[in-house]
């Protein structure tokens, strides 16, 4: 069981470590210069939101429940308990590739892949100059077994408070994967905007024309409204999310709602 645990949180240490290291080389990064990076005079990356994570093996998909305080998190699987600090799981040195990168509704959108021993992920990405969202596709090998994973999860530099003032709409990218009963399915993406009653310290976000990357076979749109706001942070059934940058330049965060998992990414307008 904790073999299982450490692997999936193996994959998350991956991505962070691609956004917290320089730009360049095709790798996204939350520092430097370019898509992807903010002022490295600025504050450092020290928000990270996580969903559960997905386990497809054998036929039968596994959920590991988790909940996080900075680095260290706590996972939840038929019972059992066991705590991880993300800081202490070390990939082996993965070299994490960017491709088809493109500009949606404000924000940067590609492909991330790495590998690192016998882990490794193949998986969307939306990101700014503030944060990245992933679903965080992969795989691994596990005593002989082939085994796919995706553990959604949004990381950047909070802001730590609501909006109080300003322009009160932000847009972007949202990037999942189909939750079956059985396995995990196609990945999808889809535009992303949110509204925020800047009084009533309340947000209405909603995913509209969302496709199969590769069939382009549509989704239903997701919907949340009335979503209330505190400390720079807005939760909901299937929903968590943050603001970031210094004066809330940016928001994402995870969500899992009508067999979607995944992270979104939103640019303030």
């Not at 240490?13 to 992807?36: D, N, R, W």
């Not at 386990?55 to 991880?84: H, K, M, N, P, Y």
């Amino acid at each position: 069981m904790g073999v299982r645990i450490s692997t999936a949180l193996a994959g998350a240490t991956i991505l962070l470590a691609a956004c917290g290291g320089g730009g360049g080389g095709g790798s996204v990064g939350m520092s430097g210069s370019g898509p992807g990076s903010s002022d490295p005079s600025g504050p450092a990356p020290d928000t990270i939101v996580l969903g559960d994570v997905l386990v497809s093996a054998q036929g039968q998909l596994f959920r590991l429940a988790e909940s996080c305080d900075s680095t260290v998190c706590t996972v939840v699987f038929q019972g059992e308990t066991a705590v991880i600090d993300l800081r202490d799981v070390h990939p082996d040195n993965p070299e994490v590739t960017i491709t088809g990168q493109q500009t949606r509704n404000g924000v940067q959108t590609g492909r991330a892949t790495a590998s690192g021993g016998k882990l490794g992920y193949d998986t969307l990405g939306v990101w700014g100059n503030y944060n990245v969202g992933t679903p965080l596709r992969g795989s691994t090998t596990l005593q002989g077994m082939d085994v796919q994973f995706a553990f959604p999860m949004s990381h950047g530099t909070g802001s730590g408070s609501n909006p109080l003032t300003g322009s009160v709409t932000w847009t972007g990218a949202m990037a999942g994967v189909k939750v079956e009963s059985s396995s995990l399915g196609a990945e999808v993406i889809g535009d992303a905007d949110m509204t925020v009653d800047l009084g009533a310290s309340s947000l209405e976000l909603e995913f509209t024309n969302i496709a199969e990357r590769v069939s382009g076979a549509p989704s239903n749109d997701i919907h949340w409204q009335g979503v209330s706001m505190q400390s720079g942070s807005f939760q909901a059934a299937g929903l968590d999310g943050r603001f970031y940058g210094p004066n809330h330049e940016e928001a994402g965060g995870v969500f899992e709602h009508s067999g979607i998992a995944g992270a979104f990414s939103l640019a303030r307008q």
